[in-house]
């Protein structure tokens, strides 16, 4: 348990800050996973618009520091790579 009152605060704002964190990689998750559902279907053309959407979140995600940069870059790989195979 924290002692000090700036331990205190610190406990609090990274409590916070993990909510949002949560929730903007859940976002990552969910869209990508929508794609995937989308392209089984054989839906191409959803899945592309999708593509914006899904990007989108993984570069809020990297912004914020939720994501390492690496990692955005190669969810955006995999999902080109997955739109590309579906053609």
Known sequence: MAITSS????????????????RRADAVRKVTKEIKQILASKNVKDAKALMAKAYKAIDKATKMNTIHKNTASRKK???AKWLKAAK
């Open 7 to 22: 331990a205190k605060k610190a406990i609090r704002v990274s409590a916070r800050k993990a909510v949002f964190n949560v």
């Open 77 to 79: 790989a995999q999902i």
